[in-house]
């Protein structure tokens, strides 16, 4: 029995393994991440005010990709345009000429090109940019990095969805690399699905091998997440909302994404 349970964690140990030797992420290190750019109650998230804010501020930033049914790349955090638009509509449903006609909050601001958002910044702060899953995951993908390919600032990439950090791993092996996690607790029973519970015990690091873990922190004092303080690959810490947390935080994880607080420079 008990050589059974060694093969079992053996097993397990070998899912959960990051990409290791340890890659250089000091290009991303010395800045903290707002999330969804700097926003607040005038300027709505993922739009170009939010994103031109934290470049004033020095702020790297994280931001979400979607692709349209017009194969464009939007940047839009949900799958739907109900909660920042008011209209119940799948964004990959829409395309891009459609989603020009939206204002984000009801505010002036609408929702920006993936190609807008990389223009303005133009390499000022360091980019962490979430891939989001997509019934056309490769594709994507493929046009996130070739977009990509022509932008001189520094970024890495990172997404729930296994399959799109797999398809790093293997066409652009360059790029730093992430998987999103979280833990199960606290989530709707309905969204408990086998893709969540990969995520909350980090087993899917066996299909994209990413060279970070992007993690809850509210749910990180759990067996996969001390496993992986103990493998040591890099850590990022989402979503940070007091400078106490990320005080706390600091010496836990190399990188942070934070909102509803301007942090302290460090």
């Known amino acids: 029995m008990?050589?059974?349970?060694?093969i079992l964690f053996a097993l397990y140990l070998f899912l959960i393994f990051p990409n290791l030797p340890k890659?250089?992420?000091?290009?991303?290190q010395g800045?903290?991440?707002?999330h969804r750019g700097l926003w607040n109650a005038t300027l709505p998230e993922n739009s170009m005010a939010a994103f031109r804010n934290a470049v004033a501020h020095g702020f790297g930033m994280e931001l979400d990709v979607h692709l349209t049914k017009d194969d464009q790349l939007v940047v839009f955090h949900d799958d739907t345009l109900l909660r920042m638009c008011?209209?119940?509509?799948?964004?990959?449903?829409?395309s891009l000429e459609e989603l020009r006609q939206y204002r984000l909050n009801g505010t002036a601001?609408?929702?920006?090109?993936?190609?807008e958002l990389l223009t303005m910044v133009n390499g000022q702060v360091p980019l962490i940019i979430e891939i989001k899953p997509d019934k056309r995951i490769s594709e994507l993908c493929q046009r996130v990095h070739a977009r990509l390919q022509q932008y001189t600032g520094t970024y890495c990439i990172e997404s729930f969805h296994p399959l799109a950090v797999q398809w790093f791993r293997k066409n652009a092996p360059q790029v730093i690399r992430g998987q999103l996690a979280h833990g199960l607790y606290g989530k709707p029973a309905k969204e408990r699905t086998w893709l969540l519970r990969g995520l909350a015990?980090?087993?899917?690091?066996?299909?994209?091998?990413p060279d970070f873990i992007a993690y809850e922190h509210s749910t990180d004092r759990n067996l996969p997440?001390?496993?992986?303080?103990?493998l040591k690959p890099h850590l990022v810490c989402w979503t940070v909302r007091s400078q106490y947390d990320m005080n706390v935080l600091r010496h836990r994880y190399d990188l942070q994404i934070f909102e509803g607080f301007i942090p302290h420079k460090h």
């Open 2 to 6: 008990l050589l059974f349970l060694l």
């Open 201 to 209: 015990s980090l087993i899917q690091n066996v299909v994209g091998r």
């Open 31 to 34: 800045y903290d991440y707002a």
């Open 23 to 28: 890659r250089d992420i000091r290009h991303l």
């Open 109 to 115: 601001e609408g929702i920006p090109t993936f190609d």
């Open 86 to 94: 008011g209209v119940d509509k799948p964004i990959c449903d829409c």
């Open 225 to 230: 997440m001390i496993l992986m303080r103990i």
